[in-house]
Structures are given as structure tokens and as C-alpha cells.
């Protein structure tokens, strides 16, 4: 039974339903799930000094395209908006293979890790080939390489230019490959249980590069195995008019239709419903993956947050794709989602704590997990530690609870706890050389934009 003592801490935010912050505790965790909390010093395996550290709940990320990590800052998309962004990158995306996933997954899961994220849902829906299980395989190495918990999905797309759609024909499959590919990644993959570091979901990629027969039977399968279903929706307009020109409804209705709803669904931005639809996501359970910093970049719009949690719609929180974000950091996404609704909505805007719970408890309930999201007895050992005693900080811990999000945290965290293995420390990774997985890295960006 293996062991870990965190000693110490100057404060444990939990993020619990009472909102509890412990001070000068300690946190035990045994095979990988808290099982003390409080004074009391406890044997174990190893011990983590906490002096002068503040402990919060591992970060949940909700949405994301680590594939999307090599092909950021390229000077020829940074001006365009969704679909023409998306014309321009699926002829670099199409040349993907297992080298260029495994390394653009280090470095993305690498980053989040850094900056307090353990938990990551990446949406991968490029599959050149047909190449399924040895992409996912690709990004499930990388996962357990650096010790994160990874839900992957196996994505998808049918409609290829030629139909109608965005992708080139080289990275569609039928409907019947898809569903064969999914139920072997689901039964190869998927592990249900409790503390479980590796699950999958199945992820269509759009109501505009999929047909309404994928859709439907993508929800069917999905149900029958028993796992979650997700894809972007309400992202733009331009998607709102695609779908009422070629459906003759607006977005949501046409999902509801083909069996999208629910509390196993969460879809990526949500930007553009009305309120009927925000009522019916809240009635239903079904959940948003708020991705601020995408959604500003591809000037998409904004998330109407403060009415989806008067609601009570499930939100979470999410990076999305590197090369809509050029970063992989939840900490940075959790600031900026806070200054911009205090922008856009003032008073209304949800405080620095509120997201913290988004991007914690929030984003473990779009994910349809209860076993991580906040530090509880029985709950996963996932969190982080930042030094409080440090320049930037002075006056900025008097708050810990709403310091992430009004304040905000630049840069590595100290340590990070994944299932009571410490996978940064000193703001180092732990599970690969840094300085080889740059390296290697570096040459594989460079090998796959020469395609």
C-alpha cells in the first residue's frame, strides 16, 4: 500500500460543498486517494514538506486538441475566424501520425501538469487513415509517461469537403468505420472504476463536418457502453446558420433530436444559446466546457456563464486546442475567464473562488466524475502547492480561496499530486527528462510542418 504524507501546509483550499479551507494541516494519501486531513502528523511511504504552501484541488480540463500544440503561433491563421482557421489547418492536421501525438501530447499534458491541472479530456477527432487505436495508444503512453489522468476520446468526422464539410477526404471515415473504431477503443481503453486514470468518451467533432446518422448512432453506442458523449456546439454563428440552412433548426434542437441530451453529454463553448436552451441544458443536466481565451481568439463571443450558473447547467472549465489558445495552461484560462465576465457582466460575473470551483468540482461534474474535483476523505490525491512566500504573492494570499482567479499565478506551480504521486516537483516534471522531451519535441514540430 503506498503512501504520502504532505506536511505542514499553510493552507488546504478543498473546495468541498462547505467550502472548508484547513490551515497548518497535513493530507494523507493511500493508494492514490485522500485518507486523512487535518493536525496530525501521519507515517507514510514518503513526506512532502508544505511549509508555507498553499494546497488546492488538481485542475480539471474539460476540453482540449493536444494535437493542436504543433501547429500554434503559425502567422498564417492568427487573423481568421472558425471555419476559414479550420480550412487552413486541417491541410497540416491531415499529415498526423503517431510521432507528432506523442509529442505534442507531452508537451501540452506536460504544461498542464505544471501549472496545477491533473485531470485532462482531450477531444481528438483527426485520424488520417483511419489510424484510431494507435493515435490513442500514442496519447495514453504519453499520459502514463507523465502521470496525468487522461479521459481521451475517440472523435470523428464523416463529411468531408465533398460533402459539404470542412476536412479534407484523407482524415474522414464511414459511419461504420467509426462505430467499429470506437467500440475498440472503448473496450482497449475505458476504465470505469473509481480512481481510474484513463477513461474514454466518444466525441463526433461538429454538426458541421458530421452527419446527423453519426451523430445518432454515436449517441446509441455510447449509451450501450456506458460512457460519456461530447462535441462542439454553439462555438459561432457561422455553425447557428449552417445548421438552420441545412437542418432547418437551430443547433441544440437539432442535437436534442438525435439524442444528445443529457446528464452523460457536455458540449465544448456553448456561446451562442438562448435562454429556452440554457433552461433545457440545466433541466436536463447536459454540460458546458467553457474555453474563455479560444473563444476571444477566434472572436467567437462570449459564454453567457453568469445565467448557465443561476441555472444550474454543469460547467467546467478547458484550455481548448493550443493553436486556439497557444497555451496549455488552466491556470491562465481561470484568470482570464474572470476578467472577462467581470467585463462583460460585472457585478454578475462569477468571483475568483467561483471559478476555482469550476475549473475544480465544476469541470470532476462535466466530466461525470465524482471521485476527483475537490480534496476530500475517499476522493482522488490529486492537487497542487504554490509558495506563498513569494514576491509576486505579498498581499495576494490574504484571499487563498479567490487568489487563482482575481489575483492569478504566472508561471510553474511548485508541486503537483497526481493519485499520490508527485509528478512536478520544484516546478520540474518528474516522469520524463525535460530538456530530452524539449528536444525531441522540437524536432518532431519541425519533421511534421515540413509535410
Not at 154 to 171: A, E
Not at 337 to 361: F, M, Q
Amino acid at each position: 500500500m503506498s503512501s504520502l504524507f504532505i506536511k505542514n501546509a499553510s493552507a488546504i483550499v478543498t473546495c468541498d460543498h462547505r467550502d472548508t479551507v484547513l490551515e497548518n494541516a497535513g493530507i494523507l494519501i493511500q493508494d492514490g486517494a485522500v485518507a486523512y486531513m487535518g493536525p496530525e502528523a501521519r507515517a507514510a511511504d514518503e513526506v512532502l514538506d508544505a511549509s508555507g504552501c498553499i494546497v488546492y484541488p488538481g485542475l480539471v480540463n474539460t476540453h482540449h486538441h493536444l494535437y493542436q500544440t504543433f501547429s500554434r503561433n503559425l502567422p498564417q491563421v492568427q487573423n481568421l475566424e472558425l471555419f476559414d482557421w479550420l480550412r487552413a489547418l486541417y491541410e497540416i492536421w491531415k499529415n498526423l501520425d503517431g510521432e507528432t501525438i506523442y509529442h505534442s501530447s507531452i508537451v501540452g499534458m506536460g504544461e498542464l501538469l505544471k501549472t496545477g491541472c491533473t485531470t485532462v479530456f482531450d477531444h481528438h477527432y483527426v485520424f488520417p487513415g483511419g489510424a484510431s487505436l494507435a493515435l490513442l495508444d500514442a496519447q495514453f503512453a504519453a499520459a502514463e509517461a507523465l502521470g496525468v489522468r487522461m479521459s481521451a476520446s475517440r472523435g470523428s468526422m464523416d463529411l468531408s469537403k465533398k460533402d459539404g464539410g470542412l476536412p479534407p477526404d484523407s482524415v474522414v471515415q464511414t459511419v461504420d468505420e467509426i462505430l467499429r473504431d470506437c467500440r475498440a477503443a472503448v473496450e482497449k481503453f475505458h476504465d470505469p472504476r473509481p480512481l481510474s486514470m484513463r477513461t474514454v468518451a466518444l466525441a463526433p467533432c461538429s454538426p458541421f463536418s458530421v452527419s446527423a446518422e453519426l451523430l445518432r448512432q454515436s449517441a446509441l453506442l455510447a449509451r450501450d457502453l456506458k460512457v460519456r458523449l461530447h462535441t462542439h456546439l454553439c462555438e459561432t454563428k457561422d455553425e447557428e446558420r449552417y445548421v438552420l440552412e441545412k437542418h432547418g433548426k437551430r443547433p441544440l434542437a437539432y442535437m436534442e433530436d438525435l439524442g444528445w441530451m443529457g446528464p452523460d453529454v457536455w458540449y465544448a463553448h456553448g456561446i451562442h444559446f438562448n435562454d429556452e436552451e440554457l433552461k433545457l441544458l440545466a433541466d436536463t443536466g447536459t454540460g458546458v466546457a467553457h474555453c474563455p481565451i479560444s473563444n476571444m481568439k477566434l472572436s467567437s463571443g462570449v459564454c453567457r456563464i453568469p445565467d448557465m450558473l443561476e441555472l444550474g447547467v454543469p460547467v467546467g472549465l478547458a484550455v481548448d486546442g493550443s493553436a486556439s489558445n497557444d497555451g496549455s495552461s488552466l491556470l491562465e484560462e481561470l484568470r482570464v475567464a474572470y476578467l472577462l465576465h467581470r467585463l462583460h457582466s460585472s457585478e454578475r460575473a462569477p468571483s475568483g473562488y467561483d471559478l476555482l470551483k469550476i475549473a475544480t468540482r465544476g469541470s470532476a461534474r462535466v466530466l461525470g466524475r465524482e471521485d476527483i474535483g475537490s480534496l476530500e476523505a475517499g476522493k482522488a490525491g490529486d492537487l497542487f502547492l504554490i509558495r506563498r512566500d513569494r514576491l509576486e504573492l505579498v498581499g495576494a494570499d490574504l484571499d487563498v480561496k479567490s487568489m487563482l482567479g482575481t489575483v492569478g499565478f504566472k508561471g510553474p506551480v511548485d508541486h503537483t499530486v497526481v493519485n499520490g504521486r508527485v509528478v512536478v516537483r520544484d516546478g520540474r516534471l518528474t516522469g520524463v527528462d525535460e530538456e530530452k522531451a524539449v528536444r525531441e519535441a522540437r524536432a518532431a514540430v519541425r519533421k511534421y510542418l515540413e509535410r
